[in-house]
């Protein structure tokens, strides 16, 4: 059966395929874990270094919160939706985008984010390599040398497959936590006293705005808020889906991003592999740098190889050459100088995420009433979910800074309040304003707060036709 072709009940075989039955479920608990387990990362540390150099410990710890609460916001909306339904992104958007536009606009924004941040991890290890040989065993090797070599490796794994990846995995991330705390207490060791943590009042060459700093904090972990339904199809109830996202997101990204924040100041270095050679275990922390990044990123480069695959009609057995191209892709980025566009990154991260968020939200929660009973999905594009999702992402661009940082289009650069904000309510509005326009089926009904009693066979509905799912 082609990956598209519909079921005799309405569902597709790709749907069938991802949906998770009561027996797999968990509780929020387990959920949480992974949730938390993938805030320590290379660019968690280099975003925290940000906010520290720019909006001392205070500031940061702040745009933190508001920046992350604001995700975990919507992310627990999209973690209901799918604990209700048992799917992952690409399904949940086709109500919204219509089954051609998930396959396509979302395999596409994910396959884009994806290969950005396979640039952006690679170009770290390739810093980080070229230090620790230098420093260590007094070779010179270029950066671009090394980001090429561990790029080349990353996508081998990915492409070939290595059963140890979990194990790195395991060991990586309570390393690079341990190494940072170590560096923090060390740096504070030496001085004796906490004065130069607390105490610091960012210099006027490396001060960030408040909300800037926000917009960096969004948009670090942005796109996957708008994805967590491919972890929280996994939970038992609507309120395991939001303990995972509460528990599992908020303290660990405070823990991460404050401990990059901490080490940026007390050693006065905005680069996180400058930093890692500076704490007194220089060999120690950049392998646990290279190590966390080398497991993100084969997940990142075989999930963008997956996302355009499936785009383009392929099974997974068929995304073997678009994984290598993402790869090759994501090498190019990191010798391009991706890491000197950070910031411009994350706030595009910033503008798509909640946008793509905020029409999932608005057609399952707003015109669906967050009953199952209710959905329908066109088998091409939704007009409606279309309209919703360039709005948002465009207001959320102009508003948030984007244009700002890239030279020419400055004029664009409208600030207002904070763009990621901007985006998912813009794209609310214009989803559900697009959707009446074109005629929509209208819902009655108070919006079905406890889960539905309604049996989650996944979207057994095409537009217009009467609804069989009910009990």
Not at 26 to 39: E, L, S
Not at 229 to 244: C, I, M
Not at 287 to 312: C, D, E, H, P, R
């Amino acid at each position: 059966m082609a990956s598209g072709e519909s079921t005799a009940n309405g569902t597709t075989a790709v749907d069938e395929g991802l949906h998770i039955n009561e027996a797999e479920r968990k509780g929020w608990a387990d959920i949480a874990f992974i949730r938390a387990g993938g805030m320590f990362s290379a660019p968690t540390l280099m975003v925290g270094a940000a906010l520290g150099t720019g909006l001392a410990l205070s500031g940061a710890a702040l745009a933190t919160l508001m920046g992350f609460g604001f995700i975990v916001a919507y992310m627990c909306f999209v973690s209901m939706q799918a604990s209700d339904l048992g799917l992952p992104t690409a399904s949940l958007a086709a109500p919204a985008l219509g089954r051609t536009g998930a396959r396509y606009l979302v395999s596409l924004i994910v396959g884009v984010v994806t290969i950005g941040w396979f640039g952006v991890q690679t170009a770290v290890c390739g810093a980080s390599l070229s230090l620790m040989l230098a420093d260590v065993f007094g070779l010179a090797a270029p950066v671009w040398a090394c980001s090429v070599a561990l790029g080349a490796l990353m996508l081998a794994t990915a492409l070939v497959g290595f059963d140890g990846l979990k194990w790195v995995s395991s060991i990586a991330a309570p390393l690079l936590v341990l190494i940072c705390l170590y560096g923090v207490g060390a740096s504070v060791a030496r001085t004796g006293s906490l004065e130069g943590l607390l105490g610091y009042v960012p210099l006027p060459g490396d001060a960030i705005g408040f909300i800037a700093g926000v917009n960096m904090a969004v948009g670090l972990f942005a796109f996957a808020g708008a994805t967590a339904g491919d972890f929280a199809r996994f939970a038992r109830t609507r309120k395991d889906a939001v303990l995972s996202c509460v528990a599992g997101v908020i303290p660990a990204a405070l823990v991460a991003l404050m401990a990059g924040a901490a080490l940026a100041i007390v050693t006065g270095e905005g680069d996180i592999a400058i930093i890692m050679n500076s704490i007194g275990l220089p060999a120690v922390g950049l392998i646990a740098l290279v190590l966390s990044a080398w497991t993100v990123n084969a997940s990142n480069v075989y999930s963008a190889g997956l996302g355009f695959a499936v785009m383009l009609g392929r099974d997974e057995g068929g995304s073997k050459w678009t994984t290598a191209v993402s790869g090759i892709a994501g090498i190019l980025l990191a010798v391009g100088g991706i890491l000197g566009q950070f910031e411009a990154f994350l706030t595009v991260l910033s503008a798509c995420g909640p946008a793509l968020a905020g029409v999932m939200v608005a057609d399952y929660w707003v015109v669906r009433k967050g009953r199952l009973a209710n959905l329908r999905t066109v088998e091409g594009f939704s007009v409606a979910g279309v309209v919703g999702l360039v709005c948002g992402i465009a207001v959320a661009l102009v508003t948030g800074g984007t244009f700002a940082l890239i030279p020419g289009l400055e004029l664009l650069d409208v600030p207002f309040f904070i763009g990621p904000v901007n985006g998912i309510v813009v794209a609310m509005v214009a989803y559900v304003v697009a959707y009446r326009l074109a005629g929509g089926e209208r819902f009655s009904g108070p919006v079905a707060w406890a889960r539905p009693r309604e049996t989650s066979v996944p979207f057994d509905e095409t537009e217009g036709e009467p609804s069989a799912l009910a009990q």
